[in-house]
Structures are given as C-alpha cells and as structure tokens.
C-alpha cells in the first residue's frame, strides 16, 4: 500500500479556486488509480473524481463537471485537484484514495485513505 497526504484545502468565498494536493509515498505510485472522495458533516463520503494509472483517462461526479480538474505528476507522486467556481455545497473533507487497479468511483475499492483536508466554501 501507499502512503498519502493531502494539502491544500482551507477556507474560500463561492467562486474561488483551490489546489488540492495528495503526495504518495511508494516506489510503485504509477501503479495506482487515485481518486478524490470528499464527505460533508452529516453525509456519506462520496466520489469526486478518479484519474487512471497513466493519467490517460478520468472521471468525475456529475456535481463537478466541468468545475475540477484531476491530474497526476507520476515523477512527483502526486495527484492534484483542480477546484474552480467553488460553491457552499462544495464544504466538505477531501480524502484521496489509491487504488492497485483500474479505475472506480466505489469507494470499497480504494484500499488507501489520506487523512483528509477540510475545505470551506462560505457564500
């Protein structure tokens, strides 16, 4: 397994943009599908976006599209999360997850968490 921290969250005005950031320890992090799930008080965790192992492919949730962005820097084990036009109902904390496999949206399937980063969206 990998080990993984986040960074980058705090606290914005709808509208704005943040950079997530996930590090990955391991020698073997272009192995891995990595993904962004975020939980708000009171929710269940649910699938933001997923980036495939070779960066080739990704997907988001419906309630992202076309505002994040993900990507991977392999050379720099690290995934990012893009978030632009940034609403309330966006507050929540972000987690990334890996994944030696292809790429999902179930977050059964991830057997690594980061310890998560809050972000804030005030209106």
């Known amino acids: 397994q990998v080990q993984l921290v986040e960074s980058g969250g705090g606290l914005v005005q709808a509208g704005d943009s943040l950079r997530l950031s996930c590090a990955a320890s391991?020698?073997?992090?272009?192995?891995?599908?990595m993904g962004w799930f975020r939980q708000a008080p009171g929710k269940e965790r649910e699938f933001v976006a997923v980036?495939?192992?070779?960066?080739?492919?990704?997907y988001y949730a419906d309630s992202v599209k076309g505002r994040f962005i993900i990507s991977r820097d392999n050379a720099k084990n690290t995934v990012y999360l893009q978030m632009n036009s940034l609403k309330p109902e966006d507050t929540a904390v972000y987690y990334c997850?890996?994944?030696?496999?292809?790429?999902?949206?179930?977050?059964?399937?991830?057997?690594?968490w980061g310890q998560g980063t809050q972000v804030t969206v005030s209106s």
């Open positions: 997850a890996a994944r030696m496999a292809g790429s999902t949206n179930y977050a059964s399937s991830y057997a690594s």
């Open positions: 391991g020698r073997t992090y272009s192995n891995y599908a």
């Open positions: 980036i495939a192992r070779s960066g080739g492919s990704t």
